[in-house]
């Protein structure tokens, strides 16, 4: 089992900035490649960025690319998504998610294991 406890929303103006973060346990972390999806009202939830177990492969929405990065640091057993420039748009909650394997992925069906999500309100 592999617990995921995102933090790091709240509420922006737009053009700010906000970092999340997601702190894993309960696997060894390296060995799992991490995601984050985005879920707005009365929408799917859809993939923001993915990172490989290393960290040394990353990818992204097109629609993300340039704003957001994603980041992890194996030593503290935490993913991070750094979003730039946000937009109202960007509004949702987002969720961090852990795959077994080491491959990133786009694919939110093949992600085992999701945290219980943290609300970002961009205002305009």
């Known amino acids: 089992q592999v617990q995921l406890v995102e933090s790091g929303g709240g509420l922006v103006q737009a053009g700010g900035s906000l970092r999340l973060s997601c702190a894993a346990s309960?696997?060894?972390?390296?060995?799992?490649?991490m995601g984050w999806f985005r879920q707005a009202p009365g929408k799917e939830r859809e993939f923001v960025a993915a990172?490989?177990?290393?960290?040394?492969?990353?990818m992204y929405a097109d629609s993300l690319k340039g704003r957001f990065t994603i980041s992890r640091d194996n030593a503290k057993n935490t993913v991070y998504l750094q979003m730039n420039s946000l937009k109202p748009e960007d509004t949702a909650v987002y969720y961090c998610?852990?795959?077994?394997?080491?491959?990133?992925?786009?694919?939110?069906?093949?992600?085992?294991?999701w945290g219980q999500g943290t609300q970002v309100t961009v205002s305009s």
């Open positions: 990172v490989s177990g290393s960290g040394s492969s990353t």
């Open positions: 998610a852990a795959k077994e394997g080491v491959n990133a992925s786009p694919r939110r069906i093949v992600y085992d294991y």
């Open positions: 309960g696997r060894t972390f390296s060995n799992s490649a």
